[in-house]
């Protein structure tokens, strides 16, 4: 590293700078105090921030029109995870068209980077990330997210529909 | 000896070679699904094009053979077209359900489309539907949907197993594997029919799910389910063992395997084991790290003189171990009452044809070998004997790694159970051992692939083997628990020297990594 150092003739007066910074200071105070609605700064948790649709939060299963899991339990998703904080159990299907199923699909949420690569790495469009951000837990809180969790959850209402439907595949003959 | 030329290379084949035998001989990659080198040709797949000089046309490598002087070569533009829309055909039905596939990762199709296809399909038309999860028998499940027809299985079922329980049924692109009403696919060699299946059609029951293939690490052993000693491929990761196959061995097993030496893995998982050692004294049962248990038994060894001790055997240990302990026996306890535990003594000598035999130990001949060298002679009579009169007080036994195996477990261990002091090696949980009463030891032993060694099958041959992994790290081997036992330490083996990254006998070439990451050790097809 270099270090440039002035060693004009100006520079040794310090009061100048000092003052022109206390300017500033001054001046961004007092837009502050009479125009606050455009102050940069927000109050949290009473204000929150809103993020662009394509923000990487949380994880959300995507489900079928029947609100099952459209998770194929193909292990993508854990093969591409960096972090290798997912972890899912397989099962056969009754269904011989579904086949395949996980009867658990954790996510060890504390472990996990946000890098999205689950997302891209799964064919069916069984997970994404979704907009959540704010995952508080008091003391002993459960942060390895099941399927109920991931799913399920009161915000999803239900569940977040998948783009990939077997069924609609079939008819057009994929 | 005709001689010929294949990819610029020149080549002396056997008389009636095919061209594509001797291209995987002289490593040359080939696409083919149908040629299987154990069985007849059927060249109906029309994927291992080769061009030849003087042909106008591209030729199927698995049904010509090789002449004086043929120019062969598949690496033009011309094959490499004919394999394309080889595969073209073969893809037109094939669902796109490489997540739900089991064989996904070790695929012929995968592999072949990365290689040779990488097209956009050109079929307009939508693909035929067919049964899914088809219960094949007991072992077998098929996905119509996903078999290309190769007719490997249909061929095996003829020539290898004998059985015919498969056969291809419809016409066109309606036709698909199956058996007949009341005929399930249930022999003993169903399951190579799973290991030559180039896709994911037939798939194991037992398998089935349970793992993705990309996360198994595979090593290669020896079979220790019966006396043929098949050589065969374990597959396994850090929850354990999930499944064995079959490697090649001409002198051996060939290509194939018998279902029963494929639960050998079952045995070797840590939740079928015995983890710690567990001493039973007067005060009830105690638990003890097993070398602890090992020294504990020693001090009683030590007090015991020659007469009143015995040793038993069964025939799954390797020949090193039986050397070691035996020769501790005799030369240090100074005993030579050590007698063979032979299982299913009637079926002993049984033979189906194939692979299996009726001899459920993989060294009796290495055991055989070990009592004759030190000139033991002594037989189980002797002991019921010895055991009924008290003259025999206490017996060191070296149980059996495969329990299913024993049929007369129960009824030995009851007999054994009369002796004052049973010292009991074994490598797996059993609720007959815990239910013995006396003074008990019964300390952990390690399986056949947790230990190099040496097994020498029905014919004599011996087949060395290496460690694969360790799965209960407390757990001791035959030798160590001799040594032990007879009041010695452990030497404790001296860190091996760290190799250079370019030295490591089991270094992945970069190239083969940077090819496909997950196939790089499948071998060929």
Same mark, same amino acid.
């Given at each position: 590293m270099s270090v440039m150092q002035n060693n004009s003739e100006k520079a040794k007066w310090y009061l100048p700078g000092v003052l022109g910074g206390l300017g500033i200071t001054m001046k961004h105070l007092l837009k502050n105090l009479f125009n606050r609605k455009k102050m940069m700064t927000l109050n949290y948790p009473e204000e929150k921030y809103e993020y662009s649709p394509r923000f990487k939060g949380n994880h959300v299963l995507t489900v079928k029109k029947d609100g099952s899991l459209r998770c194929t339990a193909c292990m993508l998703c854990a093969t591409n995870c960096p972090a290798e904080c997912i972890k899912i159990t397989a099962a056969e299907h009754n269904d011989p068209s579904v086949e395949k199923y996980p009867i658990s699909y954790e996510i060890d949420i504390l472990r996990c980077v946000f890098c999205g690569f689950c997302e891209e790495a799964c064919p069916v469009d069984a997970i994404r990330l979704g907009p959540e951000w704010q995952t508080p837990g008091v003391n002993g809180a459960n942060f390895i997210y099941d399927i109920n969790h991931l799913a399920y959850r009161p915000t999803l209402r239900g569940g977040i529909q998948t783009h990939v439907d077997d069924e609609e595949r079939h008819k057009a003959g994929i | 000896m005709p001689k010929c030329t294949i990819n610029g290379k020149e080549v002396e084949v056997k008389e009636g070679t095919t061209i594509i035998k001797a291209m995987v001989d002289a490593g040359e990659r080939i696409a083919h699904y149908c040629w299987h080198d154990g069985l007849s040709v059927a060249g109906v797949c029309r994927l291992c094009m080769v061009e030849i000089e003087g042909n106008p046309r591209v030729q199927i490598a698995c049904n010509t053979t090789i002449t004086e002087g043929m120019k062969i070569n598949n690496t033009s533009e011309k094959v490499k077209e004919a394999v394309k829309w080889g595969l073209d055909f073969h893809l037109i039905n094939h669902p796109l359900d490489c997540p739900i596939c089991d064989q996904a990762g070790e695929c012929g199709l995968q592999d072949q489309y990365m290689e040779y296809g990488k097209y956009d399909p050109e079929m307009a038309e939508p693909k035929q539907k067919k049964k899914k999860v088809v219960d094949l028998g007991p072992t077998v499940v098929l996905d119509s949907e996903r078999c290309i027809l190769c007719s490997r299985c249909v061929r095996f079922t003829e020539e290898v197993s004998k059985t015919n329980e498969l056969g291809i049924f419809n016409r066109g692109d309606r036709s698909e594997i199956g058996t007949h009403d009341?005929? &399930?696919?249930? +022999?003993?060699?169903?399951l190579n029919t799973v290991d030559i299946c180039p896709v994911g059609a037939l798939t194991s029951k037992d398998f089935r799910f349970r793992q993705r293939v990309w996360y198994l690490k595979d090593a290669e052993t020896v079979c220790n389910g019966c006396a043929t000693g098949c050589n065969v491929k374990v597959y396994y990761n850090k929850e354990g063992f999930f499944r064995v196959k079959p490697v090649y061995n001409e002198n051996v097993n060939g290509y194939w395997m018998c279902d029963e030496g494929r639960d050998i893995y079952k045995f070797v998982n840590r939740e079928t084991r015995l983890l710690k050692a567990q001493v039973r004294s007067n005060s009830g049962w105690s638990e003890m790290p097993a070398g602890a248990a090992a020294k504990h038994a020693h001090e009683l060894l030590k007090t015991t003189s020659g007469d009143s001790l015995a040793l038993v055997l069964t025939a799954q240990y390797t020949v090193e171990e039986f050397d070691a302990i035996v020769s501790t026996f005799v030369n240090e306890f100074k005993t030579k009452k050590i007698y063979f535990w032979i299982n299913n003594k009637e079926t002993f000598d049984n033979f189906d044809g194939i692979l299996l035999r009726g001899d459920k130990n993989p060294n009796t001949k290495g055991l055989l070998k070990v009592l004759e060298k030190h000139g033991i002679t002594a037989t189980w009579n002797d002991l019921s004997q010895g055991l009924a009169s008290g003259a025999i007080k206490t017996v060191v036994v070296a149980g059996p790694? +495969?329990?299913?195996?024993? &049929?007369d477990f129960h009824e030995r261990v009851k007999e054994l159970s009369k002796a004052q002091n049973l010292i009991w090696l074994q490598a797996g949980k059993n609720e007959a051992l815990m239910s013995l009463t006396g003074n008990v030891w019964l300390i952990p032993m390690k399986t056949f692939v947790e230990k190099d060694g040496t097994f020498i099958n029905h014919a004599g041959l011996e087949q060395k083997f290496k460690k694969v992994t360790t799965v209960v790290s407390e757990a001791l081997t035959l030798t160590e628990a001799a040594l032990l036992m007879s009041g010695k330490n452990l030497a404790i083996p001296t860190a091996q020297p760290f190799l250079p990254l370019n030295q490591r006998p089991d270094q992945v070439e970069l190239e083969a990594r940077k090819k496909n990451e997950f196939v790089f050790r499948r071998g060929s097809l």
């Open positions: - | 009341g005929m &399930p696919l249930d +022999n003993k060699y169903s790694e +495969n329990q299913a195996v024993f &049929p």
